[in-house]
């Protein structure tokens, strides 16, 4: 890969204002997820019950408190740092996994391509809810193990996406002009392939980090992931739902900050991906 | 460069030893009909095509969309590989014991394809492109961009204006004549040309096509020439090759198939191209309907289906490519032009009769 190439793409990127505003919100949490011990207002783990579910805009709890009484503002703020990890931790190892071996399929075809493709399809038989949790559950509890097997259940689609490029790509005239240079399949795959499909994986990985948080929260709520009191905005979304017909604006919150941050990442994806189409 | 002795570029057989040498190449595509259990079909692509071409010539290759132009073209270049037959290169055997490496192979041989657009990378300027494959071959990034700034300058390109565009800010010309480019970085003894100015129009072909002279004058390169164009084939080549649903129906001299052209088909291609004589405008259509299905055909002559002549014999037998008339290097497939194949229009040969009388007078 070129650095001129990467250049323009940044370029193109820093020119479009709603990936720019996606970013800063992102780099904003990001921040704050960081900073949280020292601009949080309170502790996130100790409330007073006599000041549970506490309005917005209360005094000293400036967005009410939990069922516990613990200050949700603190909350959301460490909560951003666990909701963060396990969106994209589970994500990126499987952008790593399944661009490699969705790269290999697509480009050797033929058998192996068969073998690895249908393998992937069992997986993909189970709706990631369900896959999610049983190996979750065969794991054991742990945030560990709950990252692995998030992973586990975006592998396969990632693999898909890339081994469709891939194909795609495969075929065209300048990876046979590349083939008649006499070059390695190794050399082709980073020389003239990645750079064309890493795009579409891309954004369709980045897709992937909302529903990442989602399932892992999911996890979180029945015992296979984080355990209460750790504050993760999945975790406490769940927690908040009793509460909803007592205070529906502080059980909605969690829900907001996931909301916010899924739809920066695809605003961000949406940005990158039309950066890397490199057209005036 | 001042390199040490090229072992890969060198002139092995001399100049009587034709360059490239193709025997019987086949190449047939599995189609799936229907269910699975069933006898597999085949489209035959590539039927047995020999044809050889000699050092610093250039053979053009026509026939129709779907002939096998273009799958002759990779199985030559390996980019497919064939299911029985023989590259002679230079006097080496591609790809056998003992003979030329295909790593060396193709570093002789480099292709120009018809997309120009989809021959080039849209994630690399014109000069990464080109210098791709000498970086492959272990030069330096830095030579290699400069190797690649001075073809683009000899195709034309003003290195400064054009190395650092990509695909989609050149236009269809520019863009092939870096194609053009990129080959050339190898310094390749055999360029095939997969249609490779179709896509452009006239002037514009033009241009590449005087190019294409020029580079062939100066570095003494041999090309095969794959077009449906006959004037451009007409212009370009030395040597043309007829193909019919793959298979070769007529070779020879350019001279020799455009003025007396013997094989029916040849005859309906050329009088397919519009004259510019108003006195001999074609009224007719020569050529009626398509080819027939590639899959699995029928024996005999696969031209007899469209052919005006046809007989029993056509439909018995296939005919051989075999030389016609006075010149030995004009080869055509047709029981007409062959003595004794018993068709109607065919010379007898009977038997009391020497076989030069019957070859040398009637011809």
């Known amino acids: ?280 | 460069m001042n390199t040490p002795p090229d072992t890969v570029h060198q002139d092995r057989g001399g100049p009587a030893q034709p360059l490239l040498q193709v025997h019987k190449l086949k190449k047939y595509f599995p189609v799936r009909t229907g269910g699975w259990l069933r006898q597999p079909s085949y489209v035959h692509a590539v039927d047995e095509v020999s044809f050889s071409v000699a050092k610093g010539q250039t053979l053009g290759i026509v026939g129709e969309s779907g002939c096998g132009k273009s799958t002759t073209a990779r199985l030559v270049a390996r980019l497919l590989p064939p299911d029985s037959g023989k590259l002679v290169f230079d006097g080496e055997g591609v790809a056998e014991f003992r003979g030329l490496a295909l790593r060396d192979f193709r570093r002789n041989l480099q292709m120009v394809f018809q997309d120009s657009y989809a021959s080039l990378n849209p994630r690399l300027t014109a000069a990464q492109s080109i210098a791709f494959g000498p970086r492959v071959h272990g030069v330096t990034a830095h030579a290699a961009q400069q190797l690649a700034e001075s073809l683009l300058a000899r195709v034309g390109l003003e290195p400064r204006q054009f190395a650092a565009r990509y695909p989609h800010e050149l236009s269809g010309g520019q863009r092939q004549r870096v194609n053009i480019a990129r080959a050339l970085a190898f310094d390749p003894r055999l360029l095939i040309l997969d249609e490779a100015v179709a896509a452009l129009d006239k002037s514009v072909q033009a241009q590449v096509l005087n190019l294409l002279q020029e580079l062939k004058a100066e570095r003494a390169l041999t090309y095969l020439f794959i077009s449906h164009d006959l004037h451009v084939v007409h212009y370009l080549s030395d040597q043309v090759m007829v193909m019919y649903l793959g298979q070769v129906v007529e070779i020879g001299p350019v001279r020799r198939i455009y003025d007396t052209p013997q094989h029916p088909y040849t005859r309906a291609l050329l009088s397919a191209t519009p004259s510019l004589d108003p006195a001999r405008r074609t009224l007719q259509p020569p050529l009626q309907g398509d080819p027939p299905n590639p899959i699995d055909p029928a024996p005999g002559c696969r031209f007899r289906t469209r052919c005006a002549h046809a007989q029993a014999v056509c439909q018995e037998r296939a005919p051989e490519l075999l030389p016609c008339g006075d010149a030995p290097s004009h080869q055509v497939a047709c029981h007409m032009q062959q003595p004794g194949s018993g068709d109607s229009q065919a010379v007898a040969v009977p038997e009391f009769v020497p076989m030069a009388l019957a070859t040398g007078g009637h011809a």
């Not at chain 1, 793409?9 to 990936?19: E, K, M, T, Y």
């Open chain 1, 1 to 280: 890969m070129n650095s001129s190439y990467w250049n323009k793409v940044a370029q193109a990127l820093r020119r479009d204002p709603v990936a720019m505003a996606a970013a800063a919100l992102l780099a904003l949490l990001l921040l704050a997820a960081w900073a949280a011990p020292w601009i949080a207002p309170a502790d996130p783990y100790h409330g007073s019950m006599l000041h549970r579910l506490q309005p917005l805009g209360a005094t000293g709890h400036w967005l009410g408190t939990d069922e516990l009484g613990r200050d949700m503002l603190s909350r959301l703020l460490y909560g951003a740092r666990l909701s963060l990890l396990i969106g994209v931790v589970p994500v990126a190892a499987a952008f790593v996994l399944g661009t490699v071996i969705g790269l290999f399929a697509g480009y050797v075809g033929g058998a192996a391509n068969t073998l690895i493709m249908r393998t992937l399809d069992v997986f993909y038989a189970f709706p990631s809810v369900l896959l999610a949790v049983a190996i979750a559950g065969a794991l054991g509890p742990g945030l560990s193990n709950s990252l692995l097997a998030l992973t586990l259940v975006f592998v396969p689609q990632v693999v898909r996406v890339a081994e469709s490029v891939t194909t795609q790509v495969r075929n065209l005239d300048y990876v046979e002009a590349a083939r008649m240079s006499g070059a390695g399949s190794l050399r082709i795959l980073r020389e003239q392939i990645l750079g064309n499909v890493l795009g579409p994986i891309f954004v369709y990985a980045t897709g992937l980090l909302s529903v990442s948080m989602i399932l892992g929260s999911g996890l979180s709520f029945l015992g296979l992931g984080v355990k209460p009191p750790e504050p993760e905005w999945g975790l406490m979304l769940n927690t908040l739902r009793s509460a909803i017909y007592l205070n529906p604006w502080i059980a909605a919150l969690p829900g907001a900050m996931i909301f916010f941050t899924s739809i920066a990442f695809n605003l961000l994806a949406d940005g990158v991906r039309s950066a890397l189409e490199l057209r005036a």
